[in-house]
């Protein structure tokens, strides 16, 4: 992998210094996802656990909620950095939120020891169930009615 080429150096930047803010006093695994707008805004966002398992949110999603609520919808870059060895991918959660925005997602999964790969959503999630799916399944359902 080459450090800091292209996209990455911001994201990865932004990934680590928040990552470091993570609220994980259960699990103690950071994570930190730097998400990229078609704008080039970047919304950086850590994973927040919770006594309760289930209501836990990970870094990705939380920087989706975050650019989605600053009026962003198209995503084009994400770093996902973690802590442990190897890096960690997102989970399948993640996986379908990012694919509702954008399954031509560029992911560096990385790690604080600077492990990881580039990948796309594509390959992580290859029979994402997105929008334009669910268009065609509504549209095929009114024209049987």
């Known amino acids: 992998m080459t450090r800091g080429a292209g996209p990455w150096r911001e994201l990865e930047v932004a990934a680590r210094a928040v990552r470091s803010r993570a609220y994980a006093p259960y699990s103690g695994y950071r994570v930190g996802a730097a998400l990229r707008a078609s704008s080039g805004r970047i919304f950086a966002a850590c994973n927040v656990e919770n006594a309760s398992f289930g209501l836990c949110i990970c870094a990705e999603r939380s920087a989706v909620a975050a650019a989605v609520a600053a009026g962003e919808h198209a995503f084009t870059h994400l770093v996902v950095m973690s802590d442990g060895a190897p890096p960690a991918s ?56």
């Open 90 to 145: 997102p989970c399948g959660m993640c996986r379908q939120t990012l694919a509702e925005f954008s399954t031509s997602l560029t992911i560096r999964i990385t790690n604080v020891l600077g492990e990881g790969d580039e990948v796309s959503l594509r390959e992580l999630l290859p029979l994402a169930f997105d929008g334009q799916k669910l268009k065609r399944t509504n549209s095929a359902r009114k024209r049987r009615t």
